[in-house]
């Protein structure tokens, strides 16, 4: 609250050395909520643009580091940005479909591995939800995407709770040879119909 003071008041140099603070303790994520939310916002930002920009394997990997410190744990993943972010990550995970690295950053790929893994079934179904936005169902019929895509997967297997959940994303696993024509198929989404609206 008194960090959220000096920035109201414009005391930047107390804003400065307290935030310098909070980034040397690795206390991002005790910041208040407000802080967070604008802070995440523009990290988010600054990820995908980098992801889309010139030399990505290198430059994804300042802003998820910093992302990655505001989210200890799923707790802190801010519910009203929880869609942009999770959106964000798959897209950085789910790669560009190049064949180096299948497509992903080198050392952004531990910190995205990372955050999925924190996942649990809300925002599990969240992520299954974003697979079907166009910047990433485009690219599912890539092979190094589609790898990439049953890693994530597998990765967020293993915190699924929910019985209904777990043979959802098992059936997606399952049929990775064919995800992208699976997740529009008649059966999928019957199996699927009480977690996700298909509309």
């Known amino acids: ?38 802070i995440i916002d523009e990290l988010v930002d600054e990820l995908l643009s980098a992801h889309n920009g010139w030399d990505n394997f290198y430059n994804e990997v300042p802003p ?8 200890g744990n799923e707790a802190d993943i801010p519910h009203e940005r929880r869609e942009k972010i999770i959106r964000a990550v798959l897209i950085c995970r789910i790669g560009n479909g190049v064949s180096y690295n299948s497509g992903v950053s080198p050392a952004g790929r531990p910190v995205y591995d990372s955050f999925i893994e924190k996942l649990g079934d ?18 599912l019929s890539n092979q190094y995407c589609k ?3 049953v890693e994530i997967l597998s990765s967020m297997r293993k915190n699924v ?39």
């Open 64 to 71: 998820a580091r910093k992302l990655l410190s505001y989210i």
């Open 147 to 149: 790898k990439n895509a």
């Open 161 to 199: 709770v929910s019985d209904k959940l777990k043979q959802i994303v098992d059936y997606l696993i399952a049929n990775a040879a064919n995800i992208d024509k699976v997740m529009r198929s008649t059966e999928f989404k019957a199996l699927a119909a009480t977690h996700i609206s298909f509309g």
């Open 1 to 38: 609250m008194q960090l959220d003071g000096y920035r109201t008041n414009l005391h930047n140099e107390k804003f400065v050395d307290g935030n310098d603070f909070f980034e040397f303790c690795n206390g991002n994520k005790y910041k208040s909520l407000e802080a967070r939310v604008i």
């Open 122 to 139: 809300d925002n599990i179904v969240q992520a299954l939800l974003v697979f079907y936005r166009p910047e990433l169902y485009v690219v």
